[in-house]
């Protein structure tokens, strides 16, 4: 006879750990554990590690805030909190473009954690940072937050549909577009993951 363990025992999923928050707030510091490391690497590959912080920070306060309106039918909150993520980013977008403009001008290496790098290896193999950099400064900033949510992210189509609340269609379109232009601005001789 199998008994079944106690609730405290049983990981409960993202959407389990919001709705106990709603009685029990430091309910969610499990959420905030699951992801806050994934939340950071991807802001700070977009905005550099400083603004990081800041930006994961208020992330996890905005999601505490508005935690009473998820939706508990999706189980995992990480689209949720990307999407948070990333319109707090939109806020930072003169920032990010004007580091991708001095990156694009100056060609100097950004350290390794940086968003040219992972980019680089998921977008286009063999691209050199400078003209990475131009590529995605000539995107359009709804396709440059897909792409970098599919690429930096490593985000399902789905997932990047729940986190921008646009129709997976969208997704695909603007992804699309966004690899398009970035193949063009490259040169014909780069090639996207998708490519191969």
């Known amino acids: 006879m199998t008994r079944t363990p106690p609730e405290e025992m049983v990981e409960a999923d993202d959407a389990e750990l919001i709705r106990r928050s709603l009685d029990d707030p430091e309910q969610f510091a499990g959420v905030f554990d699951r992801y806050v ?6 802001v700070a590959r977009r905005l550099g590690v400083q603004a990081a912080d800041d930006i994961v920070a208020e992330t996890f306060l905005t999601a505490f805030r508005c935690r009473a309106s998820y939706d508990h039918a999706q189980p995992l909150a990480r689209p949720w ?7 707090l980013i939109a806020r930072q977008r003169r920032d990010e473009e004007r580091f991708l403009r001095a990156l694009a001008r100056t060609g100097v290496e950004p350290p390794p954690e940086s968003m040219a790098d992972a980019v680089i290896g998921r977008v286009a193999a063999q691209a050199e940072d400078r003209r990475l950099a131009g590529a995605l400064t000539g995107l359009a900033s709804g396709d440059r937050d897909v792409l ?19 129709p997976i269609g969208t997704v695909r379109s603007r992804l699309h577009r966004a690899r398009k232009q970035a193949r063009a601005a490259l040169g014909t001789g780069h090639h996207t993951r998708e490519d191969a």
Request: no cysteine; net charge negative.
């Open 81 to 87: 909190l990307y999407g948070i993520a990333t319109n």
């Open 37 to 42: 490391e994934q939340i950071h690497r991807y």
């Open 148 to 166: 970098l949510l599919v690429a930096l992210a490593e985000m399902a189509y789905d997932e990047v549909a729940r986190a921008l609340d646009i």
